[in-house]
């Protein structure tokens, strides 16, 4: 049996990686200023993160 591709495993530690970050972001949503709250709810809105975080 051959080992994985390193493409697989990169792909792999990327979308681990941003799954904790989308863990610190919820976790910190309310406390964060409001500026970088409008920048991260106008990025939710182009990609998959809106799903995953629930932005007000």
Do not use: Y
């Not at 493409?7 to 979308?15: A, D, I, K, T």
């Not at 500026?35 to 990609?47: I, S, T």
């Amino acid at each position: 049996m051959s080992a994985p591709s390193r493409r697989l495993l990169l792909g792999l530690r990327l979308r681990e990686w941003a799954g904790w970050a989308l863990i610190v972001v919820e976790a910190r949503w309310r406390t964060m200023p409001p500026p970088l709250r409008a920048l991260l709810r106008g990025v939710a809105r182009f990609g998959p993160i809106r799903r995953r975080i629930r932005i007000d």
